[in-house]
């Protein structure tokens, strides 16, 4: 008998079993999938290595939030590798180039300058406003552990339920310099009706204070978490979906894997999974899980999703770049990438290097990353990776070749020099990480109905805990911090 | 919308979604005993009320209504508003 067992070994499954396993709990994890990691797999072709859902990471300096929560997951020793200082990432629109240093206010001082210097007037008031925004974000991120810690209640809440844009506007001002700083922000849906002030505070906050690379990719993550689980003496097991939760007399008994092959017995269950697909694992008679509640979590709306391009670049001839690139038509495009674009050519797109293991000036591989939308993609729905016909194929080739023109543009040693590339679709997402409509930040959190979208942890079967992306804070930090809130504030009676 | 109107939609609505017996909602009834509510489940009743009469309600709001009679007069100025 497990004291916890923990569906799906991503990020936040493996982090909270680790923690538990590391206090003396017996932990098993379990993934459906031949491999664990979620969001952080890499895959290998020919001798590459790719990342998928993982670039980079903020706040992982000294006494920065990630720092403090990765400290007591024992993963400060893998091979990070911190971005430019004065320039983690660089936002391109049109031929204007921004760059984002970190420290708040030289932050604040190099947009301004590099404002300047693309042509355009600042005034006093947006130039205040510039300061006033980086100052809040560093509030925020000097607040962030207040949940953890009892403080008494922090301002969280407020902040969810407020429109980030409306707050931008009010602040800001100026509709370009808005767009300026919000240019990297396609780790998150830039969506101005519903995105919470929370959300685009807290992931911009971390990036600020310091971001980083992970020499040979995110993977080493979860393979680390999981060596942790099972040197504590837990189990960490894959090719193991879970097909059902058995409910006796209120409380979950066991979980049931692979269609009934076998049961595993725990005391308490975490699902990090979709909380749909969690609760659609609850059998419907006699549940204490209700239809409404199985309704309104059913109809939560999740974010787009991704099409990435994978490219192996041949050897010595496109330089490594210390930083991101955020590619965008216009200043007004970059809040209107969560509406269907459906000119591909107006979409935003992220570059990312990927960190030479040899010590080499140049790069061998570079992805791009574009929003793709659920609705462009429902006809192949109910196909499985490798058999989605040709006619997706072609519509992958024709993504694939609009992304990498784009990109050439602005690295112009990329051209002739792409040995081969792979792509994937928020459908390749779904297969291999069940994420639902291949979503890549999950359900999306709505400032007007805050409390129905940011969800919490505990259900009204007592010993059946959520935790994920999907809960409360997505991006690496934001799961970390939705398993640490867990961990620190599930009320474990039977433990 | 008149009062007998929307105190019969709002009852119909809650004892369908809720799983109760529509004849145990009675006007100075408590919401919470009625329907069976736990700190999870008000936001499912919230939720509910918000779409079917297109209001918005607080959080801060719905902890002061304790009894059905209160829910009803609460959505009829949210309505007439």
Known sequence: ??????????????????????????????????????????????????????????????????????????????????????????????????????????????????????????????????????????????????????????????????????????????????????????????????????????????????????????????????????????DVITNAEVTKFVENKGVIKAIEINDGDEAIEGKIFISSIHPKLTLDLVPKEGSLIRNIFRKRIANLGNTYGMFTVNMKLRDSVVPYKNRNIYIHNSFDSIWQQSEYQPDISSRSLMISYQVPTDGSMFTRNIDILMPMYWDELTKWEGTKVGRRGGEYEEMKREFAERCIEKATGNIPELKGNIEEFHTSTPLTYRDYTGAVEGSAYGIRKDCNKSLMTVLAPNTSIPNLYMTGQNLNLHGVLGVTMTAFMLYRHGNFKDI | MTREELVAKTNEILAEEFEVEIEDIKPDGDIKKTLELDSLSIVDMVALIEETFGVKILGTEVSKIKTFDALYDFILEKVNA
């Not at chain 1, 200082?85 to 204007?96: C, H, L, P, S, T």
């Open chain 1, 1 to 234: 008998m497990y004291d916890f067992v923990i569906t799906g070994a991503g990020l936040a499954g493996l982090e909270f079993g680790y923690l538990m396993a590391k206090k003396g709990n017996r932990v098993c994890v379990l993934e459906k999938d031949s491999r664990i990691g979620g969001c952080l797999q890499t895959f290998k072709r020919n001798g590459m290595l790719y990342d998928t859902g993982f670039h980079y990471v903020g706040g992982l300096d000294e006494g920065q939030p990630l720092n403090t929560l990765f400290k007591e997951l024992d993963l400060l020793d893998l091979p990070w590798k911190r971005l430019d200082n004065d320039a983690f990432d660089e936002v391109i629109v049109g031929d204007e180039h921004y760059f984002f240093a970190n420290g708040f206010d030289n932050f604040a001082e190099r947009i301004i300058t590099d404002y300047k210097s693309n042509g355009h007037e600042i005034s006093k008031e947006s130039a205040e406003g510039v300061f006033k925004y980086a100052r809040f974000l560093e509030a925020v991120g000097d607040n962030i552990f207040n949940v953890l810690n009892d403080a008494p209640h922090s301002n969280t809440m407020d902040l969810f339920a407020r429109p980030a844009y409306q707050f931008l506007k009010e602040t800001i001002k100026d509709d370009r310099l808005i767009g300026v700083v919000s240019g990297t922000s396609m780790k998150l849906e830039l969506r101005p009706e519903t995105l919470p002030l929370y959300t685009f505070a807290q992931i911009n906050s971390s990036f600020i204070r310091s971001a980083w690379r992970l020499e040979g990719g995110g993977m080493q993550i979860a393979d680390r978490l999981a060596e942790g689980i099972r040197s504590f003496g837990g």
